[in-house]
Every structure is written in C-alpha cells, then in structure tokens.
C-alpha cells in the first residue's frame, strides 16, 4: 500500500534515528552501547549538518533516484558507478582504521571527527549481566532460527488480505483465458513463463501457480480471488 513512498518513509525513519542519536548523545546507538562518542568539540552545528547530510539525505536522494528513474539508465549507471567507488572507498579506510584505530566510518574520516571513550579510564571489565544478556540475546535468535521456517507466509498472506477486504468477492465459474502477447503474470507480473490458470481467466506462470499451491492449499487468484486446488495448462487455439 505504501511500497511507492518507501524512500520517503526510509528518510522520515534513518532522519530520526539519527536526531535521537548523533544529534542529541553525539554517538551511534551502537557508540552509546560501547561507551564511546564523538568529541563534542569537534562536532560544530555546521559539521553535524554536514554529517546529516552525508548520512541521511545523500543516501535518500540516491534510493529516490534508483526508485523512481528507472527509465534512466545514465543515471542508474552513474549510480552504480558511484556506489562501487564507494564500497572500495570504505574498504581503503576500513584498513585505514585497522592501522590507526581511529575513525572506522568513511563519514569520520572526511568530516575529521574522533571518539572517546564515555568511560575515560575506567577499566573495561564484562560481568556477569553482560554475559547473561549475551545469553539471552542467543538463546532468542536461535528460537527465531527454529521457528521462522514453520511459518507458512502464503497463508498468512492470504488470511490478511482476506481480513483487510471489506466484501468477498464472488466465485466464478470457468471463464476465458486471456493471453496475449503482453499478458503478465497475475502472482509476478513478468512475462508469463509456461502459462497456467487455475479457472479463473488469469494466467499464471507455471511456477508461480504450482510453488503458491505447493505452499498454500488454499492459495487464491491474488486478482479475482478465485479459488481452486487444480489448475490447467492455457492452451492457444
Ligand atoms: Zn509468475
Ligand atoms: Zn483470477
């Protein structure tokens, strides 16, 4: 429903992250976990500006331009190329860092910004609720771990969107199949490959329809929804 300002709500979001963190503690979430923060002094209005800027707009104006100029390869090409000089920017200063031990991020390193340590120097020592935490922490993911492939998301999918519709749609019967030379798929909305319709006049790609069915008995026509646990081969006459 929203997917189309997904950029926008990714701004609105990495904007607040970023207020309640760098602009008010002048450190990372993670920073404030390890007790080390940027130097106060070292962070003037214009610099923190500038460190939003690079941080929280820059990556927003390039998700909006890969979002929305689709049509425009120059751009999605200069984009590209712009992201890999940046991932070998980030490697050179990562063996920056290994070496110096000073400024880890690519943004630190061009604003000039140091940490500290919050702790000053107080010995680093890990007790006994640190590792319980860790523990804790463990033992959670690896219930997700467990779980999360018992989930069946088609049908959940399918009984959200069932619940989200106001009035149920009518079954049909037996209707014409349409396929032309541009008809898409009605689960992936690419070409169709090896076209299939389960009864209703929308064609499925073979995969699409078996691999839903497979996973969902009661998969329903993600148009129409009509429903049905069989499905044919759309022959051309
Ligand atoms: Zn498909
Ligand atoms: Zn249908």
Redo the contacts with the bound molecule.
């Keep these: 429903m929203l997917s189309h300002l997904q950029p926008e709500i990714n701004f609105v979001l990495n904007s607040a992250l970023w207020n309640f963190s760098i602009r008010t503690h002048y450190a990372t979430f993670g920073q404030q976990m390890l007790s080390i923060a940027y130097e106060k002094d070292q962070l003037p209005s214009a610099k923190l500006a500038l460190h939003y800027l690079l941080t929280t707009v820059l990556p927003y104006a390039k998700e909006n331009a890969q979002f929305r100029l689709t049509n425009w390869s120059r751009v999605q090409k200069l984009l590209q190329l712009a992201e890999n000089a940046l991932v070998v920017y980030n490697l050179v200063n990562f063996f920056k860092f290994l070496r110096s031990g000073t400024r880890p991020l690519l943004v630190d390193c061009l604003l000039r910004i140091n940490h500290r340590s919050l702790d000053g120097a107080k010995r680093r020592t890990i007790g006994y609720s640190y590792m319980t935490r860790e523990l804790v922490w463990a033992g959670f993911l690896e219930l997700l771990g467990f779980t999360i492939p018992f989930v069946n998301y088609h049908a959940l999918k399918r009984k959200l969107r069932n619940l989200l519709r106001i009035e149920a749609a009518p079954q049909r019967q037996d209707e014409r199949v349409e396929l032309t030379a541009d008809t898409r798929c009605?689960y992936c909305n690419e070409r169709v490959i090896l076209p299939h319709h389960m009864g209703?006049?929308?064609v499925f790609c073979y995969l699409c329809l078996k691999g839903n069915q497979l996973a969902d008995a009661g998969f329903q026509?993600n148009?129409?929804d009509?429903r049905s646990e069989t499905f044919r081969k759309v022959v051309v006459l």
């Design positions: 009605a209703c006049r929308h026509c148009v129409c009509y």
